[in-house]
């Protein structure tokens, strides 16, 4: 009875037990799906990193534009009416204008000088106050004026005094101001730097420069 109730092995060659065949098709068709959707993982993946990287989050090329060419500011400078007179001395001899003296007490400026008028030269004297502008730049203000004994328009003066062509560029006469506007950046010196004007107090003596290297 044991024996019909066992079920009988299928022998094959050999009497050796057959083994049951592994349905191999279904493995790999499931490898198969599971190798394709790792691959579009991926590729999904590098699309969306390649869609962020091609956003622009900030358009910075015209930052980055004024940044490299606006000057650098490299330092200040301070000095005293007395050095500053020498510096302007130094500067009207560069410019070939050593018929004027121009110095700074502590009220004012004080421009001393030689008008041609009716073919006589007169002694010139021009007080300016001067003042810082917002760019940087001096203006002097005209706070009164003589030409020997005559009396002579304003305007007039400046009108004359624009006439010498020795006078640099970077100095600018306006008659109808009155007033003349000294642009320092435009001052030129051999080591590519410029000033512009931080403070100007005669009465306590100090003068401040910001020093600015130019791009």
């Known amino acids: 009875y044991w024996r ?25 068709n499931i490898w198969k799906w599971l190798f394709l959707g790792l691959v579009s993982l991926l590729l999904a993946l590098a699309l969306v990193v ?18 490299g060419t606006k ?25 070939k204008l050593s018929d004027y003296k121009v110095y700074a007490d502590n009220q004012q400026i004080l421009l001393e000088g030689q008008l041609s008028l009716l073919g006589k030269d007169y002694p010139l004297y021009i007080y300016f106050q001067p003042s810082k502008l917002e760019n940087g730049n001096i203006l002097l203000t005209v706070k009164d004026f003589s030409v020997g004994t005559f009396q002579i328009p304003q305007k007039m003066v400046l009108q004359l005094l624009s006439k010498n062509k ?5 100095i600018q006469i306006s008659p109808k101001q009155s007033t003349i506007t000294i642009v320092l950046p435009e001052i030129d010196n051999d080591f590519g730097i410029y000033v512009k004007a931080n403070t100007i107090d005669l009465y306590n003596d100090k003068i401040v ?3 600015y290297q130019k791009k």
Request: hydrophobic share 35%; proline share 7%; no cysteine.
């Open 50 to 67: 390649q869609g962020r990287l091609a956003t622009p989050r900030e358009d910075v090329s015209q930052l980055h534009q004024a940044v």
């Open 4 to 28: 019909k109730s066992m079920p009988r092995r299928k022998l094959g060659v050999k009497n050796n037990p057959i083994k049951e065949k592994v349905p191999f098709l279904q493995k790999i």
């Open 209 to 211: 420069f910001d020093l």
């Open 71 to 95: 000057d650098v500011k490299v330092g200040t400078m301070t000095t005293t009416r007395d050095q500053l007179n020498d510096t302007i001395k130094s500067l009207l001899k560069k410019y």
């Open 166 to 170: 020795n006078i640099p560029e970077f």
